[in-house]
């Protein structure tokens, strides 16, 4: 990829795709974890004398403009983290980020301005990758920098579009997040630990298959250990299940055997009858759930197992938690496992976004790992692929 050091953004007016997809309620900014990761990349070219244009999409608007996906909070935010001031052109429907108006706007800004626009969703042609509005946005600046790896997996017009009309470049944050990612998908430090979790193995197939003949070993937690689980013969209650999964999940067992790749699966789980908080619980041997019962975290003897099995990894991946970890009844397994990949010493370890990094958030011990990535899906894409759109574009 072109990255910054081959930018010299001296005089220039410079468009950046940033990821602020962020959760706002009430009008206040709730985690501001995406703002303050592209501030590295926003002061690097404002100190070398650009003038920056900034573009990210929120949400899901349905079509045009609204105001609940504005991003006009974000501004203050941004103001906070940057300390500069920062003009918001937007919040109507006439201040979209690709609309005449704008463009006046950011051209009769003074240099060395920090300008933000409005959410790039509330353009029709965005998710299309419309070429015709990847012009219009590559009218705002005079060279394009690609910061957002959490929208990379996206062939956008804000992402991959626009970069076909303007010299790009990948942001400081991109960098980082490529060169990470990378690390783990090419000739990763042995012994080499992927931990993964979350509901559904069709989510991580690409994944798993990508990563088993490179690893020491893998752990498998979360609702989707119960497809394996049930694919062994076990009896799993009524915890999540991907039924038509389990050919492909007996499958992946086979092919870890023959790589001779050690694949962990829960031996037993905090069961209930409800996902919710306060619900009777019971520890149960997950092969052998009781009907009316789902496992709903990892049980303190799987805990403890897959705690031991990563002592000495010398690089280890983490996606997915091991459990319902959004109540604390079900978060005991995910912080146990979370703590000690945070406690290897010597390790490189990779939290590939997602649920992962709230859960190390909720540790307390998001800053012990060496990389915690912004973007979920985006990570799961470049494991499996070891590409994506965005890498492409700016090539």
Excluded: C
Excluded at 41 to 52: N, V
Excluded at 121 to 140: H, P, T, V
Excluded at 184 to 207: F, R
Aim: no cysteine.
């Amino acid at each position: 990829m072109r990255t910054l050091k081959d930018f010299n953004a001296a005089g220039k007016r410079v468009l950046v795709r940033v990821d602020f997809n962020v959760p706002i309620k009430e009008g206040k900014v709730e985690d501001e974890t995406r703002v303050v990761a592209a501030i590295p990349t926003l002061k690097h070219l404002l100190e070398q004398g650009a003038t920056l244009v900034l573009f990210s999409h929120l949400g899901r608007p349905k079509g045009g403009f609204e105001e609940a996906s504005s991003l006009a909070p974000v501004a203050l935010v941004l103001e906070k983290h940057l300390g500069k001031p920062v003009v918001f052109i937007g919040g109507s429907p006439e201040l979209t980020p690709a609309s005449d108006a704008t463009l006046e706007r950011v051209k009769a800004a003074s240099s060395g301005l920090v300008i933000l626009l409005d959410n790039v969703r509330f353009e029709s042609g965005e998710e299309k990758n419309d070429e015709a509005l990847a012009r219009k946005f590559a009218r705002l600046g005079d060279a394009f920098v690609l910061d957002a790896f959490g929208s990379a997996h996206r062939a956008h017009a804000s992402v991959t579009g626009v970069a076909r009309f303007l010299p790009s470049y990948a942001g400081f944050l991109m960098e980082k997040e490529v060169e990470s990612i990378g690390r783990v998908l090419h000739n990763p430090e042995k012994p080499y630990w992927v931990v993964l979790g979350g509901a559904k193995v069709s989510d991580k197939i690409g994944v798993i298959e990508n990563l088993l003949p490179k690893v020491t070993g893998m752990v498998i937690g979360g609702a989707m250990a119960f497809t394996f689980i049930k694919a062994q013969g076990g009896q799993v209650g009524k915890s999540l299940v991907e039924d038509d999964r389990l050919d492909l999940a007996r499958e992946l067992l086979k092919k870890a055997s023959d790589l001779g790749v050690k694949l962990l699966l829960p031996t037993d789980v905090v069961a209930a009858q409800k996902i919710e908080a306060g619900a009777p619980t019971r520890i149960m041997p997950a092969h052998a759930i009781e009907d009316g019962w789902m496992g709903l975290d990892i049980g303190p003897e799987s805990a403890k197992a897959f705690a031991e099995a990563l002592q000495g990894a010398k690089t280890v991946l983490w996606n997915g938690p091991m459990g319902v970890f959004e109540i604390d009844d079900f978060a005991k397994g995910t912080l146990a496992v979370g703590g000690a990949i945070a406690r290897l010493e010597g390790a490189f370890t990779v939290i590939g976004g997602g649920d992962s990094v709230a859960a190390a958030n909720k540790l307390g011990m998001a800053d012990k790992f060496s990389h915690v990535s912004t973007g979920g899906g985006a990570s799961l894409e470049l494991l499996e692929l070891g590409t994506l759109p965005g890498i492409e574009a700016l090539r």
